[in-house]
């Protein structure tokens, strides 16, 4: 099984500060790779699928690059609402998994 | 809007049984493949089952194989996940989700319920 990574768990940040979360896959996974953004008590939300490209209606202070085993999203400047869990996860294989998260929270 | 809305979970004995509901709204219910989708603390969020747009098809997580069931009326936009023989280790939140990809699974889940809670303790 395929298995992600995602460093750091915890970053501390100050709004309108950039943030650079990491996933890294145990196996090349292409570009199939997503990422979800999930507050406390809410479900995910897809933010980036297909490495790049941003779902409906995300900001565009959201990017995803990478392929293979490395992947990143990248949160231009920080909005007080971005404070929140951010998952990645990849579609290859089965069952489809997830990475264990990188909390992004306030300085 | 897409919506997406859970029912069924609660506490159950080990062993027992349990049907989970997903009532959608707001798209072409029988166009999409449905996930249902858990998360603990412990382990995270894990894909638990999926079914094609016609039912056609269907996958489980092996922590769930044999004991899980997903199916899904197309006439009433409903998904369901039966699930029996139930241990503590499917305590967890459960969340319906549609995926992104018309009449072809695409995994990538881009409308979520708001999760329904199953808590299996004696």
């Known amino acids: 099984e395929i298995v992600l990574t995602q460093s750091p768990a915890t970053l501390s940040l100050s709004p309108g500060e950039r943030a650079t979360l990491s996933c890294r896959a145990s196996?090349?996974?292409?570009?199939?790779l997503a990422w979800y953004q999930q507050k406390p008590g809410q479900a995910p939300r897809l933010l980036i699928y297909?490495?790049?490209y941003r779902a409906t209606g995300i900001p565009d202070r959201f990017s995803g690059s990478g392929s293979g085993t490395d992947f990143t999203l990248t949160i231009s400047s920080l909005e007080p609402e971005d404070f929140a869990i951010y998952y990645c996860?990849?579609?290859?294989?089965?069952?489809?998994?997830f990475g264990p998260g990188t909390k992004v929270d306030i300085k | 809007q897409v919506q997406l809305v859970e029912s069924g979970g609660g506490v159950v004995q080990p062993g027992r049984s349990l049907r989970l509901s997903c009532r959608t709204s707001?798209?072409?219910?029988?166009?999409?493949?449905m996930h249902w989708v858990r998360q603990t603390p412990a382990k995270g969020l894990e894909l638990v089952a999926v079914?094609?747009?016609?039912?056609?098809?269907?996958y489980y997580a092996d922590s769930v194989k044999g004991r899980f069931t997903i199916s899904r009326d197309n006439s009433e936009n409903t998904l369901y996940l039966q699930m029996n023989n139930l241990t503590a280790e499917d305590t967890a939140m459960y969340y319906c989700?549609?995926?992104?990809?018309?009449?072809?699974?695409?995994?990538?889940?881009?409308?979520w319920g708001q999760g329904t809670l199953v808590t299996v303790s004696s």
């Open positions: 707001g798209f072409t219910f029988s166009h999409f493949g």
């Open positions: 297909d490495a790049t």
């Open positions: 079914i094609w747009y016609d039912g056609s098809n269907k």
């Open positions: 996860q990849r579609r290859s294989g089965w069952p489809p998994g």
């Open positions: 196996h090349s996974i292409s570009s199939d």
């Open positions: 989700a549609r995926d992104r990809g018309t009449r072809g699974n695409l995994y990538y889940f881009q409308h």
